[in-house]
């Protein structure tokens, strides 16, 4: 046998088609990515040679065009466009790849490519804006309104919740939201007195990261609802008012309050307003007077108030209405005083005239009448107009005058009227006359005295009220001793003496009516000479001046005389004394002067004489004074000195 080696060739034949190596199903790529963006390597193999082994990718015209694209040599698969899940959420490619035979050979993979849910989406709320109104007597928890917000993002990132964040301007409001139901519920009992509306926030968030919290506003207007009545607020209601108020004053003004907020009141009297006196502001509750009052007429009145609000709520009043009496009435004397009455006194000791009265129609001091005697005018001693003044104690004061003429039957010199404030009692005090005369001794003649005699004086006057007269003594128009009270009044004066000498009268004196004098009396007092001073001895040189004086009371006046040695001396230009003098006097005295001198004093009651007094003159030289004692007259030689 032989053998040959023969070199066969063996030309490859493209019989084998490609196959992928480890290419997933499915990928998943998140829709947020930046692009383009490589998302895998597509790897392939096949066993021919050659050009029938030589691969190349590409997409099969069913793949999104433009969204994806494949490197033909490398097999890289690249997203070109940004995907949104929320438009599509898979897409479905397939990739094909190729040997370079003739004719080629290929496979196919297909590939699921998910797209992954970024939170690219913020929460929108539907049904803005948000709005709602409750009534403030609503359940304590109930459904105000329900929030909506709408996240096309699934899962975490399209799952909102809800809730109220806090506000620096509104730390608190009475809500609450459900967190995902989004119903905005009352936590508490809301209060329209107290907020009429609730402007706040609510948050919606989803839970993806970075999550998202838009946020939008919720008003809640409160809605008021009539439950509170109306009340009173200045009670009690107890207004004065003046009978002459003129009409449109206001008397008082009701004052109430409503629990409510924005309540309008409305006030009225809906009885009690007799002939409408009175009527109301239905606004602000002011009264005022309608129409003229009277005291006289009506005294009070009731009347019965009502505030009201605007949801038919009201409250009752009473107003209590005291008219004040105004002195608007004078007093009117009575019937029985008639129009200025006359009245006869023919009795002197009368003290009542009569009894004036008046009315007045006012009350309290307005009508309390009092009496006053405004002036007497007198006609004559026997007749005067006595205006008598009734007047109340109001203000201003008011005054009726009735003149009452009295006429009296005997003469009189002092006339008093009063009347008793009270009563209108009038009465009249009389001083009539005044005696005065001496009682004792009863043969005085002409009131002549001897000094040490004792005389008493009589007082006595003609009224109708003796025993309320004063007595008072007067010597020479000055009062002399003290006041005497009676139905007459008498003076003793014991031991007269010269000083009491002269013209005595009394006066009677009435209080409250006047006073009387009586005619003068003279009160003569005698009394024989008495030396009250005698003359005193003296010393004196010769030639030298003497005096000598005597002092002697007597009434009548006494002649006063001197007397040497028992003998009158007669005047001459040395000696001398006037008639009525008391003084001595010797201008030069010598040695022959020597005597006992004395002064004698006489009138018609008697003589008195007074006390000897002597001369004692004397000599005085350069070498010897010589003293003598004269006791011879002057007509004696004169002695021998040595």
Excluded at 67 to 75: L, N, Y
Excluded at 142 to 161: K, Q, S, Y
Excluded at 175 to 200: C, K, M, R
């Amino acid at each position: 046998s032989s053998t040959s080696l023969v070199q066969v060739t063996v030309f490859d034949a493209n019989d084998n088609p490609p196959t992928f190596l480890d290419l997933p199903a499915s990928i998943s790529v998140s829709e947020d990515v930046t692009v383009p963006v490589e998302l895998l390597t597509a790897s392939a193999r096949d066993p021919d040679q050659g050009k029938n082994g030589e691969l190349v990718f590409s997409l099969s015209p069913i793949a999104d065009a433009g969204f994806f694209s494949i490197d033909r040599p490398s097999g890289r698969l690249t997203l070109e466009r940004s995907l949104d899940r929320d438009v599509r959420d898979v897409y479905e490619i397939e990739i094909v790849v190729s040997d370079e035979g003739t004719p080629p050979l290929t496979s196919t993979h297909s590939l699921s490519i998910a797209v992954v849910d970024a939170n690219d989406n913020r929460p929108e709320f539907v049904g803005t804006p948000y709005t709602a109104s409750v009534k403030e007597n609503h359940d304590e928890t109930m459904v105000v309104l329900t929030v909506v917000a709408e996240d096309p993002d699934i899962g975490a990132n399209g799952d909102v919740r809800y809730s109220l964040p806090p506000s620096p301007t509104n730390p608190y409001v009475p809500f609450t939201i459900h967190p995902v139901l989004g119903h905005l519920l009352t936590t508490s009992n809301l209060d329209y007195e107290n907020e009429t509306q609730y402007a706040f926030t609510v948050l919606a968030c989803d839970q993806g990261i970075p999550q998202h919290c838009p946020e939008t506003g919720i008003a809640v207007a409160i809605l008021n609802v009539n439950e509170f009545r109306p009340t009173f607020t200045n009670r009690p209601f107890f207004p004065r008012v003046e009978e002459n108020a003129a009409p449109g004053t206001t008397i008082l003004t009701l004052v109430a309050t409503d629990g409510d907020r924005d309540d309008t009141l409305h006030f009225a009297i809906i009885s009690g307003n007799d002939n409408g006196i009175f009527s109301i502001n239905g606004t602000t509750g002011a009264i005022k007077v309608n129409a003229p009052l009277d005291f006289e007429t009506r005294e009070s009145y009731e009347l019965i108030t009502m505030v009201e609000d605007g949801g038919n709520l009201s409250s009752i009043a009473v107003v209590s209405v005291t008219i004040v009496d105004v002195n608007d009435n004078a007093p009117v004397f009575s019937a029985d005083v008639g129009a200025d009455p006359v009245v006869t006194i023919s009795d002197a000791t009368k003290q009542v005239i009569l009894t004036v009265t008046a009315a007045d129609r006012d009350s309290g001091s307005n009508g309390a009448v009092h009496y006053n005697i405004r002036g007497v005018v007198t006609v004559n001693l026997t007749t005067s107009i006595v205006t008598v003044e009734a007047f109340d104690s109001g203000s201003p004061r008011q005054t009726t005058n009735v003149n009452i003429t009295v006429i009296t039957q005997f003469e009189c010199d002092v006339v008093k009227f009063f009347i008793n404030f009270e009563s209108g009692l009038v009465t009249v005090k009389t001083l009539c006359e005044v005696v005065f005369d001496v009682y004792e001794p009863t043969n005085l003649t002409h009131g002549a005295l001897v000094r040490g005699d004792n005389v008493t004086f009589i007082c006595v006057a003609r009224s109708n009220c003796h025993e309320s007269v004063e007595y008072r003594l007067f010597k020479d128009g000055s009062t002399d001793g003290e006041t005497s009270v009676g139905g007459a009044t008498y003076w003793a004066m014991t031991d007269v003496v010269l000083a009491d000498e002269g013209w005595y009268s009394c006066q009677a004196l009435l209080p409250e009516v006047g006073a009387l004098h009586s005619h003068q009396v003279a009160l003569d007092i005698t009394e024989a000479p008495t030396i009250t001073g005698h003359p005193e001895t003296v010393n004196v040189e010769t030639g030298s001046p003497a005096n000598f004086t005597c002092v002697v009371r007597a009434d009548p006046k006494a002649t006063i005389r001197w007397q040497r040695n028992g003998q009158d001396i007669p005047l001459d230009s040395d000696v001398f004394a006037g008639a009525n003098t008391t003084m001595l006097s010797i201008e030069n005295v010598t040695l022959f002067d020597y005597g006992q001198l004395r002064c004698v004093a006489s009138n018609r009651l008697g003589v008195a004489k007074s006390r000897n007094a002597q001369i004692f003159s004397y000599v005085e030289s350069d070498q010897i004074t010589f003293v003598a004692s004269v006791r011879a007259s002057r007509t004696a030689a004169c002695p021998q000195f040595s």
